[in-house]
Structure formats: C-alpha cells, structure tokens
C-alpha cells in the first residue's frame, strides 16, 4: 500500500473508515507466531486469533513448543496486525465475535498486546486475553480495562505439582486470578486433565472451590490431554517426558466436570 494511502494514524485510511479507528500512536514492535481466522474456541463467536512468540513456563504438555522462544517468531508491528484485523472486522461484529490474544504467553510482550486490545476495541471488537496469569503483574489497569475476558489456563492447583509441570510458580497465577475478581473481569477457566498429573480428584476439588469462589467464571473448559504437538518438541530438539502417557478416557474427563458442575460452574 503507497504511503499515501495512509491516514495519519498509521492505519490504512480504508480501515479507519470502515471501522471507525480512532487512535494516532506509535507503532508498537512485536513478534507473532502465527494467526488464526474463523476459530470458534477461544472465546465467544466466530474469533480472529493472534498467537503471540514468547513464553516463560515450560509446561509439559505443551503443543506449541515452537513458540518458546519470543525471536522465533515473526517480526512486525502493532499497525501492521490491526491493519489485517480491520479486514475482519466487520465479520466478526456480525458473527458476535471479536478478537482473541493467545500464544506462547501475550503478557511476555505487554506494550504489543496492549496496543492491538486498544486498537480492537476502537473497531467495536470484543477481545479476550488467553493467558496462564503467571506474567500478570506485567497486565496494568489500562491493559485489562480493554479485556473483555480472559481465558485463564491453571494447570494445576498444588504448588510442587504445579512447578514440575511447567516449571514456574502458581502463586502469580491465583494473584492475578483474584485480582481479577477484585476488577469483575470475566474469567473462562481451562484446565488441562493428563492422566497421572492433573486428575487427581482432590487437587480438582480445591481448584473448583477456588474458582467458584472467584465469583466471576462464566465457564470452565477441561481439556483432555492430547499429544498433537508431540512432533513439534522433536523439532525443537526438546524430550517430551509424556510420550508414554494416554489421554484421558471420556468418563475420566466427564468426573472431572462434574467437581466443577457440583459447585454451580458451568462446564463444557
């Protein structure tokens, strides 16, 4: 696109008509991984993903290794990524979607992120931040104030159980949780059941104390562990320490929902 066809935002003047874009700031550099158009899991409606490069936890079960490593990704900026969101977003208005920020860790690149919510919200988008909460000091007010919802992902309620699996402290994670609840914020909680780590009966019980006692989760997604990215730690020459473990069987995954659903949490 000519430089003339841009408006003084640095948005092009086609997306700031059609979405009525308002705000004129710098650019804000970043690295993405990867997006995805039409999803439909990452929060409500039809949802245009940007998967941030860059994360601190290691977690075990991780599908998207590849995206470790912030310098991995791909190099841009935050115009250039509300540029290919205008496109959409007339589509995603009407589809009662909006965009979702995922990675990797989007808190890893605060400034980037929060630049892409403010301009997503200046198009009449809904956004939602998918995150782990342990970089949740790294969210100001300002940021979360253009989060609609967050996509919350506790891996693991007990704290020697929740380091082994990603490497990290959960502390952080219930902080930013609470902190959450404190501000109203919606929360969709995830939680991944892998069979011999994170279904143990009683830890799932606690956990679906804590978050009924959050006061604000819409819903809680358990995910049954699955090994699609195993390829990818082979890539990245890493070992992948759960090669020799199952998923976890329907009714395995349906005793986990129940916990939650015993204490008024809606579950899918």
């Keep these: 696109m000519a430089e003339t066809d841009r408006a003084p935002g640095g948005w092009s003047a086609a997306t700031r008509k059609a979405t009525g874009l308002r705000a004129v700031r710098p650019a804000i550099r970043g690295w993405i991984h990867s997006v995805e158009t039409g999803a439909a899991a990452d929060g409500p409606g039809i949802r245009y993903v940007v998967f941030l490069a860059g994360c601190l936890m290691r977690c075990r079960y991780c599908h998207n290794p590849d995206t470790w490593h912030m310098h991995h990704g791909r190099p841009t900026t935050s115009r250039e990524v509300l540029d290919e969101i205008g496109r959409y977003a007339k589509f995603l208005i009407h589809a009662k979607g909006g965009v979702t920020l995922s990675g990797g860790e989007p808190l890893v690149q605060p400034d980037f992120t929060h630049a892409i919510l403010r301009g997503a919200k200046e198009m009449g988008l809904h956004t939602a931040l998918d995150t782990a909460g342990f970089l949740g000091v790294h969210a100001d007010d300002a940021l979360l104030a253009d989060v609609d919802l967050v996509l919350l992902d506790i891996k693991a309620f ?5 380091r082994d699996l990603t490497g990290v402290a959960l502390e952080p994670t219930l902080l930013f949780a609470r902190r959450l609840a404190a501000m109203g914020k919606p929360i969709w909680l995830r939680h991944v059941l892998v069979p011999g780590l994170t279904d143990d009966p009683t830890e799932i019980a606690a956990l679906a104390d804590f978050v009924a006692g959050l006061g604000v989760v819409e819903r809680v997604d358990v995910l049954p562990f699955h090994k699609l990215g195993e390829f990818k730690w082979a890539a990245e020459g890493v070992p ?7 998923p976890p069987t329907p009714d395995e995954t349906e005793r986990a929902r129940l916990i939650f659903r015993a204490r008024g949490l809606f579950t899918v």
């Design 158 to 162: 007990d704290e020697a159980r929740y």
């Design 240 to 246: 992948y320490t759960l090669a020799d473990t199952p």
